[in-house]
């Protein structure tokens, strides 16, 4: 049977069938659907885990008890997950053990373009690449023989229009594996320098074996056309590269670490001209200089960004594209905004109102940097807001302190936030924390953390008390707010930001997103009351425009959350009434 599958759901369905018991992840576009595919397979335990550090060593833990195992994560996941990743490539594996990265190329939903075969080289860790659903799913459960086979981690690589595009997908039944014998090896599982020294030469070992394999598998393969061009290319380039060119020659790299060579300098040394073609950064173009051979890549074409079919077919045939649709009319950027009714908006309004700089981190509340509410100076990384803002005040003084919080996302705190609270009380910072906590992993799509009570599957576990949990790391100052109680919010902040020691703001409104979530309708504007004062502009609410210096409210998107009111000193925001009557 053939189904149309997401990159990302077929990545699931190879787990599924490739016998895959545990998987743990945590969420991060363009990654996320992997696992909630997952989840939906009762054969599978699968869990959002804190953070992907853990996720990757409950993995690495389920793998070395004889299971099955997989953990995805986007590409700066892959970072947090590195302290384990490296080290688990010495120990290898007992059950199969597949990592699934998905990089960003042109940085739709990330803070960086990065490589991760990168990675894969760095840990010496077998990575493949699928350039489309069908082999997303076949290369899932290829991985696993080859994990088992060469006693190696494998990690998939896919990009964002891999995880989001749809081709069709021959599925199948799920193999039945049983469980591998657990035998206490602590030569193997236990990297002391004693066994890591002798595990490196394993490794190295099996680099080599892996080598070999690279020359003749069925991963990379050569379609010949015409000579004239010839083209080495891999994943979602591989589909670009196609449309652009037509019949030339490829050489298709579903294994991109480790990398053949004798395939490689036979494949060139038979066309006319080779040419390479990959996203970022030019691993594959490296390699190939590095074995001699004559090939043009970043010379060409572009280092950073998505290639496409119109950039590929312009550098190496010199045909610009035409007939692209173009707008009858200029259309203005619509820039990424908070939805209507956003928990955040009324946190950044009072912090801008108070001239507060705001160490902020990864999450929807990063929008808070953009105009007209403008009050996020900082964000660099998950957890980040909260340790930079110590960073900040060491640095400026306490006085400096006094007018700085920073800005941290529930799950967020979970995931990397905590560690950086117990470092401001550890060493005797004075700084505020703010943490957003809108009952959901908002930006990602709503998926549930530790802070919501419920597990990936929907069921009621054990909810964290951010509240307890910031008065044991040792705060004494915790308050619970409602952002849209604008003047309790204002007081509250003025108070932490004075205080002599650490404090904790508890930001607590759900997001207007989730289902139970209920508004009493949308607003308008009373123009007779309106004086065009523009206080409500300020808010920054997409439902809230001026057109020609007349304010107006889109019903279409007001979802009636109400904050305009409270900034509205005229009382000329009223509910638009029945709009079926």
Partial sequence: MRKLMLGNEAIARGAYEAGVTVVSSYPGTPSTEITEAIAKYSEIYSEWAPNEKVAVEVAIGASIGGARAMSAMKHVGLNVAADPLFTCSYTGVNGGLVFVVADDPGMHSSQNEQDSRHYAKAAKILMLEPSDSQEAKDFTIKAYEL????DTPVIIRLSTRISHSQSLVEISDRQ???LKEYQKDFQKYVMMPAMGRKRHVIVEERMKALQRYAENCELNKIEWGDRKIGIITSGIAYQYAKEALGDVSYLKLGMVYPLPEKLITEFVSQVDKAYIIEELDPVLEEHCKKLGCNVIGKDLLPITGELSTEIIKEKILGI?????LKPIENIPI????????CPHRGVYYVLKKLKIVVSGDIGCYTLGALPPLESMDTCVCMGASVSGAL?????????????LVAVIGDSTFMHSGVTGLIDIVYNKGNSTVIILDNSITGMTGHQDNPT??????????KQVDLVKLSQAIGVERVQIVDPFDLEKFEKVVKEEVEAEEPSVIISQRPCALLKHVKFDGPLTINQEKCTGCKMCMRLGC???SNKEGKIEIDMTLCNGCGLCLKVCKFSAIEKAGDLNG
């Fill in 147 to 150: 994990s088992e086979k060469f």
């Fill in 176 to 178: 039945n594996v049983p």
């Fill in 320 to 324: 610009k594209a035409e007939n692209v």
């Fill in 334 to 341: 619509r820039p990424p905004v908070m939805c209507p009714g």
């Fill in 391 to 403: 960073g900040m005040e060491k640095a400026r003084g306490k006085e400096f302190g006094k007018k």
């Fill in 452 to 461: 919501t009570g419920f597990t990936i599957k929907g069921e009621p576990t």
């Fill in 542 to 544: 997409p439902a809230i």
